[in-house]
């Protein structure tokens, strides 16, 4: 099945149906994805500016890291089923918005990064990482997240 | 001359910067993200340190840290929120006034402010106390929950703004 009859399916879904006909259904879902992101964005900004060793530099990394994987997780969880329900009103819309694909783009390297800097911080139980490599993930991540929250807001206006 | 507040959205709403960005098809939309942006960031930090206060995340840092570290982030966001949000307030100053959700953000966000500045001025002036506890005392927690409550109540006013038209 190609991503378009994928597309076409959900449009046809009796879920798309119920959201579109709602005035509220679609608000109070994208208040909800409104809120994740907050949360999300809160957890990777603390992490990413920690491996920058812009705040809490005396703290160990991957203690952080580790501590605030399951908000990350959580806020990511609320995020992907608001937003797949906030398709589910405009279904074509999207699949045809420059804006949507982008976000998508960005989204999944995004979400690797993360969960790739965590993995690799929380494992080695060495010292704390603060290498150049480390320091180009987490500004990389910072610029792709950064990236998914303007592409999302775009989608609106294209 | 006294001016009724109607009268000043009124006047704000017709200045001619306001009228142009009001009409800008490009400039209003970019000051709209920046705004949403900026109260992500507002909202995100804001939320660490109260979910900290909670005993949720960073339990083993401790809370003068975590708060003296991320709201000077908070604080840019703010300063990024309160600008966008006065320009988009202009444009649309006349639409704004009548608005119910504008009328409750602002209630809501004038308790936002006021909820850290009891916090600072109270609570806060013993962290030395319980500045490692995983869990603080029950005011600071109370503290963190309507911060919690109040700022996310900001977000879905704000977003409604837009549907009462």
Redo the contacts between chains.
């Keep these: 099945m190609s991503l378009l009859h994928l597309f076409h399916w959900y449009d046809h879904t009796a879920l798309a149906a119920v959201m579109r006909k709602s005035?509220?259904a679609f608000?109070v879902v994208?208040?909800i994805h409104?809120?994740g992101?907050?949360?999300?964005?809160?957890?990777v900004?603390?992490v990413n500016?920690r491996l920058f060793g812009v705040?809490?530099r005396?703290?160990p990394a991957d203690?952080?890291a580790r501590?605030?994987l399951?908000?990350l997780v959580a806020s990511m969880a609320v995020l992907t089923v608001t937003g797949i329900l906030m398709v589910s009103e405009e279904t074509m819309k999207c699949y045809h918005s420059t804006a949507f694909r982008l976000k998508l783009l960005l989204f999944v390297p995004a979400l690797l990064l993360s969960l790739g800097t965590h993995r690799k911080l929380t494992r080695s139980g060495g010292p704390p990482h603060s290498g150049r490599a480390m320091k180009l993930a987490a500004g990389l991540s910072l610029v792709l997240w950064?990236g998914v929250?303007?592409a999302g807001?775009?989608i609106g206006?294209l | 001359m006294s001016l009724s507040l109607f009268e000043f959205c009124q006047w704000l709403n017709d200045t001619g910067p306001a009228t142009a960005l009001r009409e800008s098809t490009i400039v209003f939309?970019i000051v709209?993200?920046i705004h949403?942006?900026a109260?992500?960031?507002v909202?995100?930090?804001v939320?660490?340190v109260d979910?900290r206060l909670l005993g949720?995340?960073?339990?083993?840092?401790p809370v003068s840290?975590?708060a003296g570290?991320?709201l000077p982030?908070t604080w840019v966001g703010f300063g990024v929120m309160l600008v966008s949000g006065l320009m988009l307030f202009a444009a649309e100053a006349e639409k704004c006034y009548h608005n119910p959700a504008f009328r409750l953000k602002l209630i809501l966000l004038a308790l936002a402010g006021l909820n850290p500045l009891v916090f600072h001025f109270t609570i806060f002036r013993s962290v030395d106390r319980w500045d490692e506890a995983p869990r603080t005392p029950g005011r600071a927690r109370l503290a963190a929950v309507l911060s919690l409550t109040l700022?996310?109540g900001i977000?879905?006013a704000g977003?409604?703004i837009a549907?009462f038209k």
């Design positions: 005035t509220w608000a994208e208040m409104l809120i992101l907050a949360l999300l964005g809160g957890a900004l603390i500016l705040i809490l005396e703290r203690r952080i501590d605030l399951p908000l950064l929250g303007v807001r775009a206006y | 939309p709209e993200s949403t942006l109260i992500t960031l909202v995100g930090t939320a660490m979910l949720i995340v960073l339990k083993k840092e840290k975590v570290q991320i982030l700022w996310s977000i879905v977003r409604a549907y």
